[in-house]
């Protein structure tokens, strides 16, 4: 994206929505004029469309202050609501709110699950910072996003700290925050609830410009998600490494943590701690995976990605799905540590069908889905296999028989140690 912060705009849409627009643009245009500062919105809804922050300059939304997205294409010169591109020391900040207005980008539709489908046009992402060093994201409300809310593609340095991101369950691809082929980004005290991921991680394509992600962390975050709530993934062609999140709670979402390699890249130094997950399928179908950690192929000519090196440890799990953990045959999962970890079932999922998370568009027939396999834990292609005080905890038996279920199955798994498993199959019966 070419940079904008430095260029006037020209907004000419007509309206109310266009003087509001214009009337923030020129302040934040004069700030940083002035060598920058904050720009202050006072209390009051002022429905806006595409607004451009430049170098030196943060918005500071007093309480009560609500951006509201125009539902008019034509308020918008980009198809984002907020843009940074290229900025340094730039950001959003207070305790107002941003407001997505994605019940104007949505429609009523009962043939689908959710009950609702996408309207062919929204300002995606909402907030966009592009190449810019030194975000701040702190304190605001972001709320009905109509697409994905938060996204960070190529930044260094940037931290995201106590805002609350609450978009429709319902809503398809209302991810929170996308962090992409970026560095040192810090997240904390922040209470999602999305249509789609939560928390996500990529590196994305082309192949050739793709550039890694590295040094992020994670903490003390509450999570709701319709999809996963902390991803990895699928998008990776670069490498992810030093990776951290810890004290987290995700309630009520398909998968809790999930690392999903398919375009080549590695994802190692990858560290999970203290959170606790519980699970429900997407909207009341499906399965739910608490934790699948999945390295496949996306095309057959793909290159074999690689994850390694990664550590679970203080989980709970309180959930009716299983644990997958499936590498390639040319290219196993390394060295992986479950430490610490209750798996507590609150009931069976019929599993005869079941498939493993697509992740995305998938062009590959040949993959390895063991996603049928009836057992609480599924490892396959795994070099490096450590257990540690992982227990596996079925609900009570009833007069109705349970369907069987072994606590592991295993398949090309070296070097493993489960010497730390603490639980048996279920006694259910086929």
């Avoid at 130094?269 to 519980?278: G, K, S, W, Y």
């Avoid at 140690?417 to 086929?430: A, F, I, V």
Wanted: hydrophobic share 35%; net charge positive.
């Amino acid at each position: 994206m070419k940079s904008r912060c430095a260029e006037r705009v020209d907004d000419r849409s007509d309206g109310r929505n266009r003087t509001a627009t214009v009337a923030l643009q020129t302040e934040i245009d004069a700030r940083h004029a002035r060598g920058g500062g904050r720009v202050r919105i006072a209390p009051g809804v002022h429905v806006i469309g595409t607004l451009y922050l430049r170098d030196q300059v943060v918005l500071d939304l007093e309480p009560g202050a609500v951006l509201q997205a125009s539902a008019r294409k034509a308020d918008y010169r980009d198809p984002h609501l907020i843009v940074a591109a290229g900025c340094r020391q730039v950001g959003i900040v207070g305790q107002g709110i941003i407001d997505g207005n994605a019940q104007a980008f949505f429609e009523p539709d009962v043939t689908r699950p959710a009950g609702f489908r996408k309207k062919e046009w929204a300002p995606q992402p909402l907030l966009e910072f592009v190449d810019c060093h030194n975000v701040m994201i702190e304190g605001i409300t972001i709320r009905q996003a109509p697409r994905w809310t938060l996204h960070l593609r190529r930044c260094a340095g940037a931290t995201i700290r106590g805002i609350a991101i609450h978009n429709d369950p319902r809503h398809a691809n209302t991810d929170g925050i996308d962090i992409n082929s970026s560095r040192n980004i810090r997240i904390a005290d922040c209470d999602l609830v999305c249509g789609d991921d939560c928390i996500v991680l990529k590196t994305a394509g082309p192949p050739a410009a793709a550039r890694p992600l590295e040094n992020v962390t994670v903490t003390n975050c509450t999570m709701v998600s319709s999809t996963s709530a902390l991803k990895l993934g699928t998008e990776s062609f670069a490498p992810f490494r030093h990776c951290v999140f810890s004290n987290c709670v995700i309630r009520n979402s398909r998968t809790g943590i999930a690392l999903l390699c398919k375009d080549g890249g590695t994802m190692e130094a990858v560290h999970f701690d203290n959170i606790t997950i519980e699970t429900r399928p997407k909207h009341g179908i499906g399965h739910s995976w608490p934790i699948i950690l999945d390295s496949e192929k996306r095309y057959p000519d793909s290159k074999p990605g690689v994850i390694r090196d990664v550590t679970l440890r203080g989980i709970m799990l309180h959930t009716a799905g299983r644990v997958l953990v499936q590498g390639q045959p040319t290219a196993p999962i390394e060295n992986l540590l479950l430490d610490n970890i209750t798996l507590r079932f609150t009931g069976y999922e019929k599993i005869a069908g079941a498939r493993k998370l697509q992740g995305g568009r998938r062009a590959n027939p040949e993959v390895l889905d063991l996603g049928d396999k009836p057992a609480a834990l599924i490892f396959a292609h795994i070099h490096g296999l450590r257990l540690r005080h992982v227990q596996i905890i079925w609900p009570p038996a009833t007069a109705r028989a349970a369907p069987h279920r072994a606590a592991l199955y295993s398949e090309s798994v070296t070097s493993a140690d489960y010497g730390g498993l603490e639980g048996q199959s279920n006694g259910g019966k086929e």
